[in-house]
């Protein structure tokens, strides 16, 4: 599976932005998709992610109510939803699919080239 995030940009606090990834190859609709992110200087952190089939999502707590992880298995795509964005939102999101769903990050298999965001105050 290849994977090719994009929607990052710069935006004001409170305002919202919708990340994509694009996947190729059949196994992504069989595979669970997560969205980490990395701030300068700090470790790479789980933000969401969903099953394969869109019945279970799981989200870390400080974007928890904030951030929604969707998936089109048919567009081969995944989604990230990001509203009343922070300042502390800044860093840069990666999209990782795989067989697991959870926040260890070297358990996924694969990785798309991340997308900067940046939440101005």
């Known amino acids: 599976v290849q994977l090719q995030a994009s929607g990052g940009g710069l935006v004001q606090a409170g305002a919202s932005l919708r990340l994509s990834c694009a996947a190729s190859?059949?196994?992504?609709?069989?595979?669970?998709g997560s969205w980490f992110r990395q701030a300068p200087g700090k470790e790479r952190e789980f933000v969401g992610g969903?099953?394969?089939?869109?019945?279970?999502?799981y989200y870390e707590d400080t974007v928890k109510g904030r951030f929604t992880v969707d998936r089109d298995n048919a567009k081969g795509a995944l989604y990230l939803q990001m509203n009343s964005l922070k300042p502390e939102d800044t860093a840069v999101y990666y999209c990782?699919?795989?067989?697991?769903?959870?926040?260890?990050?070297?358990?996924?298999?694969?990785w798309g080239r991340g997308t900067l965001v940046t939440v101005s105050s």
């Open positions: 990782a699919v795989g067989p697991y769903l959870g926040s260890e990050s070297s358990r996924y298999e694969h």
């Open positions: 190859g059949h196994a992504f609709s069989s595979s669970a």
């Open positions: 969903i099953s394969w089939n869109g019945g279970l999502t």
